[in-house]
């Protein structure tokens, strides 16, 4: 199993890219080890569903759960507020096969890592401001343009900006 633990939370990292034509990318870096997830568009919103994860987790809910989807396959990625620790989460990175629309039988695990939820917030929230930034150019827009969820992203900003200036007060 790929994990790890509390300690090693400031060896954790990501990189969302928004390719062109239905397609992004995520990847996941875990104390210098990456793991790369190719996401499609084309069954559902990535990102809104990211955001909506994130967001479930800034009013407390103590799990959260969303589907990336490949062609075929892809990954379930569940967060998990630590008991033992309530400002942390465990982020469970499960891999499966089956095509969009069949029943998934089995998951395989491809990372999981417990990390602060400010810093996960951090970086997500950074990711997606940059796709946010970069999609108002107009050559970087082309053919991606309706593949971010703009008014649920400037929800989930004031939501996390408020959370991220009290978490790093002081």
């Not at 990535?46 to 959260?64: A, F, G, R």
């Not at 996390?160 to 007060?169: C, D, G, M, N, Y």
């Given at each position: 199993?790929?994990?790890?633990?509390?300690?090693?939370?400031?060896?954790?990292?990501?990189?969302?890219?928004?390719?062109?034509?239905?397609?992004?990318?995520?990847?996941?870096?875990?104390?210098?080890?990456?793991?790369?997830?190719?996401?499609?568009?084309?069954?559902?919103?990535?990102?809104?569903?990211?955001?909506?994860?994130?967001?479930?987790?800034?009013?407390?809910?103590?799990?959260?759960?969303?589907?990336?989807?490949?062609?075929?396959?892809?990954?379930?990625?569940?967060?998990?507020?630590?008991?033992?620790?309530?400002?942390?989460?465990?982020?469970?990175?499960?891999?499966?096969?089956?095509?969009?629309?069949?029943?998934?039988?089995?998951?395989?695990?491809?990372?999981?890592?417990?990390?602060?939820?400010?810093?996960?917030?951090?970086?997500?929230?950074?990711?997606?401001?940059?796709?946010?930034?970069?999609?108002?150019?107009?050559?970087?827009?082309?053919?991606?343009?309706?593949?971010?969820?703009?008014?649920?992203?400037?929800?989930?900003?004031?939501?996390?900006?408020?959370?991220?200036?009290?978490?790093?007060?002081g």
């Amino acid at each position: 199993m790929n994990s790890t633990t509390l300690s090693d939370t400031d060896d954790i990292d990501l990189i969302l890219t928004m390719n062109p034509h239905g397609w992004s990318t995520c990847f996941i870096y875990v104390k210098g080890k990456p793991y790369e997830l190719a996401i499609t568009h084309i069954f559902n919103d990535p990102y809104e569903d990211l955001i909506q994860s994130l967001i479930s987790l800034l009013h407390s809910e103590k799990n959260t759960e969303f589907f990336w989807y490949g062609e075929p396959g892809g990954e379930r990625i569940t967060i998990t507020r630590l008991e033992s620790c309530h400002d942390a989460v465990l982020v469970d990175v499960q891999g499966f096969r089956e095509e969009w629309g069949r029943k998934i039988t089995s998951f395989e695990r491809t990372v999981s890592f417990e990390i602060k939820l400010k810093s996960l917030l951090a970086i997500f929230y950074m990711q997606l401001k940059k796709i946010f930034i970069l999609l108002k150019g107009k050559s970087y827009a082309k053919n991606r343009h309706s593949d971010f969820p703009f008014q649920k992203f400037i929800e989930f900003e004031k939501l996390v900006i408020s959370f991220l200036a009290r978490e790093f007060k002081g």
